[in-house]
């Protein structure tokens, strides 16, 4: 096996594919919004990559293994007012890039990005969103998105669908695929965004995953149910609250120890 | 020395052989198993595998030192049922894998196990079982095998030979060269099995390691005798005893750092 | 993207130039002394400077990401006694490096100084200078600027403008960047020099930096105004002297971890 | 630079060369062993050794830079019983292997190792001892020296030296570069012999060089006096006395803490 292994699954047209990724992360808003995706629309997995940079680990469903790997997935977006949907209606389709791993070293980071950014380039790809979450330390009523990009003259189609650009934040950039995905794809001449959800840091957060996935609604165009990431917020709501309450018996706020990954 | 060294001891004719991984790991299940192999029947050393990946070592044996590397055995088993024994009468032979050291870096787990495969390549082995432990966090009367399999067609037979697959378990995976046979090994086309016995996670397991061996005598078709395994576990059940003894004394049950490691 | 990747953003005619490298390090003198010849001249990014050893990570500006790097300014440094300027006349241009990142292994630091070595090399430097600080452990009233060179025949001319050579000091030698400049530059042939403001090691220090200044600008011959050095100085101190209040209230001396990286 | 560098000083003819190596290690009895031959015989340093595993760190000395590195140096020993000293009178002349650093990685161990056998190809060394310490965790009056080799032939000759030879020991084999020296120079068909001296694994032990070398002295053929190797024993005799005294004061047993690095 080569350090880096790209496994071609299937090779369909794709009509002006947007790559959309969305690894593990804080609250895992990025995780989770991708994985909405995937249940809410039709999908197949275009692309498997593997890479020696990974954990030496196989994960066991149904009793069989399946090497550590990122997958590419096509998605078939019908057009927010148009339900039809052929490859040359203009439609946009999505390749979304999910899994469960990162690279052990920086130098493995860089290889792997660059991986993912060679199969985007195989399939023509020129936009680029990376979603993530972007910690505020305490809990978060109505989550903002905050954004980054690999050129200025993308903050204005971003900012008209909600999207915000403070100064100086996020403060300590972006790190991990994310960030690389900004700083090397731009280099390559792509239009990168990372649309990043404001969250605790201390939960996995529905809520947040759900602002940013409107806000990619609003810049890609098209529509998406949310009744079971609602489901999801009002749960982890539940759980917050009773945490809260059993930390007010305490007289305490709870710590990060208390609430991180809870969910 | 290249990164990896393959050193040919031996080069024997072999029937049908069948490479069977028994490395550290919880419970020393896998190495226990193994060991008892080498034990019971005729084997000789055919390949030593060396590595850059592993520590900068020797061990020291009556007063000579021997550099750090995985051992592949070709171990001649008796068929069950039949004890003449020669390369064309269907019997089966075994090619039985073991050492004392892992790599530093996943890339070199990675390398290793590709090495590991290929030494299995040169004698046209089709077939692959890892050996280990699943650790259950508790003292196990009669352990179970849990089994993991490259193809889906593998998990009837192994069925048949009363190991167990179950839903989501093993829920971490199958991690170190135990799972890249698993997920390498299916790559190549290979039938790899992993028989794990449920063992505490606490102690070596001697018992754990036979209820893996009866597996796989009925899968492969050999017969060994467990008498040296049945002392140790006795031996390791008198150790528990006392143990448990002294925590009754004190109130509280084992903890991990009472009882790992012991053996 | 290769390991490293040397970008050319400018390819000015420079006159007889210096590399200055400040990079971060002890009470981040090195860095702050670049900083403020890369605000008190002119100057431009000549090259910036990516690795994959760098952390996988951009920062962001207005919204902007930039890939982590470090940068190589060229600094038009009016002769002290001679304002005109041009590349004719004698006067002596700078090579500034700065950045924020280190590499993340031992042969990756070799490599990488080996990368700014090739771009001085590209520009003729022959004379190079590493601005850092030494550690005294204690608040230093007068910093002393202590020196190392990579030829013996080199002190001299330091000594003259007042920097100090004292027996086994400092004891530990000089790591990371600055040390392989001296190493790495040093078999090379070119003549470098490593200049090292005192400080306490437990806060940013603008009056080591301008010590250091100081000597540079007598060895290499131009002339810096400190005001905006000096101002940050001032701010320290009143930082500084609150603390020490603070603590002799408490009838404590300040630990390291009351004061490190204040600033 | 390469990965490694080795740097050519000096091609003295040497007659029948030993490679001696004592890299820092337990109780620093390796170190002190060749520091001690270095200073007693003549000597040229003949290699230098770089490499791109070693800390990117520089030593000064008289503030001049040296790249971290290891020395090999030739070392001109006047045979026992023979005051004259010239190549062809059969003498054998010694290769001392010193240094300061380690390499970073499990491979980069491998590859320094294999460099420091390639300068000893050169010189057509055939015989290799690495001194070192063997750990025993209390305080030893008279430390014995035990050995581990590469061939079993080479045992007997030891033992003739009084070097011991115990089953098991040393329990963790013997690792870094004393080890793959054993290892690498094994495989390699040198015959690689490594003296451990006995010491508490607290102290830098002067008593314990003395008796590697008396051993060394033996099987090798020469005499060196050992005043100042006596003084420095004497001398850490006290300083262990007064730790003695301090702790029978406190009424508890020095612990590794106190004792660890002393010297």
Redesign the interface.
Known sequence: ?D?IEIETLADPELSDPVLIEGLPGVGHVGKLAVEHLLEEFDSEVVRRVFA?????????????????SAEIHAVDIPAADDETDDADDGDVDLLVLTGDHQ?????????L??AFLDVAAGFDVERVFALGGVPTGELVEEPSVL??????EA?EPLEAAGVE?R????AG?????S??L???G??RGLD?G?LMGETSGYLVDPKSAQAVLVALEEIIGFEVGFESLEERAEEMEEVVGKIQEMQNQQGSMPTDDDLRYIG
Request: include cysteine; proline fraction near 5%; hydrophobic fraction near 40%.
């Open positions: 096996m350090d020696t940079e990974f954990p030496p680990q196989v994960t066991i469903e149904d009793g069989v293994a399946e090497l550590a690279a052990q070293t920086n130098a493995g980071h860089y290889r990005t660059e954004g980054a990009v690999s050129h200025a903050i650009f100064e100086d934040e996020p950039g972006v790190v991990g695929v960030g690389l900004l700083g090397l731009g280099r990168v990372c």
